[in-house]
T-cell receptor
Framework: AQKVTQAQTEISVVEKEDVTLDCVYE???????LFWYKQPPSGELVFLIR??????QNEISGRYSWNFQKSTSSFNFTITASQVVDSAVYFC??????????????FGPGTSLSVIP | DAGVTQSPTHLIKTRGQQVTLRCSPK?????VSWYQQALGQGPQFIFQ???????QRGNFPDRFSGHQFPNYSSELNVNALLLGDSALYLC??????????????FGSGTRLTVV
């Protein structure tokens, strides 16, 4: 069965600190996609990144970076020099539908990040 | 370019009633997926529509049904509402269903409260 775990329910950091959000996933498939989404107070889920299971290269986009390690089934997300605008709930998600015609995205429970000025 | 539009924004219904939620996908998208997000939890997949057919379904009872129209817009219907159906209902659109999503575009959701 597929499952996404985000052990950190809530995190508070002071502005300009670095913060890492953890994500551990379970899947029987060898081919899958992993995602991170951001949900600000407005409620709309904002797509941040997609990574397929064959690409373990770390990725950096501005202040955001992602560390994908298949050996530990983890896909962690780091925000460098956090800002108040980063305050939101962040969801890690998994899709196993790569081989089929249809896709279904399974979300983790989310981590609520508060960045304090 | 309009993103995903959902209506209504908020809704209050009485237990046992029926409700219809609506979604217009992002321009150029033809696939619509619906998610239920209870307070403090991650979104749960309800079902996905492509070519006016339900293609995949999550673990939701038959009280949850949907429809997709020729213009790709979609409706989510919930019958015999329960208090536990209170949640944020999110609609996501994408282009096609092959090869996995390149990142769904989500709407802001409909907040349903059942009293």
């Amino acid at each position: 069965a597929q499952k996404v775990t985000q052990a950190q329910t809530e995190i508070s950091v002071v502005e300009k600190e670095d913060v890492t959000l953890d994500c551990v996933y379970e899947t029987r498939d060898t081919t899958y996609y992993l995602f991170w989404y951001k949900q600000p107070p407005s409620g709309e889920l904002v797509f941040l990144i997609r990574r397929n299971s064959f690409d373990e290269q770390n990725e950096i986009s501005g202040r955001y970076s992602w560390n994908f390690q298949k050996s530990t089934s983890s896909f962690n997300f780091t925000i460098t020099a956090s800002q108040v605008v980063d305050s939101a709930v962040y969801f890690c998600a998994l899709s196993e539908g790569v081989k089929t015609s249809y896709d279904k995205v399974i979300f983790g429970p989310g981590t609520s990040l508060s960045v304090i000025p | 370019d309009a993103g995903v539009t959902q209506s209504p924004t908020h809704l209050i219904k009485t237990r046992g009633q029926q409700v219809t939620l609506r979604c217009s996908p992002k321009s150029g998208h033809d696939t619509v997926s619906w998610y239920q997000q209870a307070l403090g939890q991650g979104p749960q997949f309800i079902f996905q529509y492509y070519e006016e057919e339900e293609r995949q379904r999550g673990n939701f009872p038959d009280r949850f049904s949907g429809h997709q129209f020729p213009n790709y817009s979609s409706e989510l219907n919930v019958n015999a509402l329960l208090l536990g159906d209170s949640a944020l209902y999110l609609c996501a659109s994408s282009l096609g269903v092959f090869g996995g999503p390149a990142g769904y575009t989500f709407g802001s959701g409909t907040r349903l409260t059942v009293v």
